[in-house]
């Protein structure tokens, strides 16, 4: 079953919008995962920290709500960080969170509009345009990404 470590500022919609567009790429991120209906969701974005988890399943539709495992810790939080991950946060907060579940080995991909939060080249981010979010286009690839996994 992959995982996938979901951002929502420059993801679900463009880094520096007006509040009435939040969320606006949320229909083609739900399209996909209906597509792949055994991924499940983390949540890593920042709004982790300041919102409840049964909030952030909110502004999903009930089918994919269900969907959300949970979110990551806190990069402050997390202990023995390998030393390969100490300056890519968000890969290691994703890493701790595997490890916390007993799922190491699980396939997993970050949908992500910052890619300096991950090791460079890593395979398993799937990096979207902050400045426009996630595009229908993009969706298209990421469903067959998350196809590859399952």
């Known amino acids: 079953m992959p995982i996938l470590f979901l951002d929502f500022h ?8 007006h509040e ?3 969320f606006c790429c949320l229909p083609f991120l739900e399209g996909v995962l ?10 890593t974005s920042t709004w982790r920290l300041h919102k409840p988890l049964d909030d952030l399943r909110s502004y999903f ?15 402050s939080e997390l202990q023995d960080v390998p030393d390969t991950l100490v300056s890519y946060q968000r890969q290691a907060e994703c890493h701790a969170w595997l490890s916390e579940h007993e799922m190491r080995h699980s396939p997993w991909l970050a949908l992500d509009d910052r890619s300096w ?4 080249l890593t395979t398993s ?8 979010g996630l595009t ?15």
């Not at 981010?125 to 426009?132: E, S, Y």
């Open 20 to 22: 009435s567009k939040h």
């Open 61 to 75: 539709s009930s089918d994919v709500a269900n969907r959300i495992a949970g979110v990551t810790r806190r990069f």
């Open 34 to 43: 209906r597509e792949v209906p055994d991924c499940e969701l983390v949540i």
């Open 125 to 132: 981010l799937f990096p979207v345009d902050g400045r426009t």
């Open 117 to 120: 939060l991950y090791r460079p």
């Open 10 to 17: 420059g993801v679900l919609h463009p880094e520096h919008c």
């Open 136 to 150: 229908k286009h993009q969706a298209l690839h990421l469903a067959a990404r998350l196809r590859q996994l399952a």
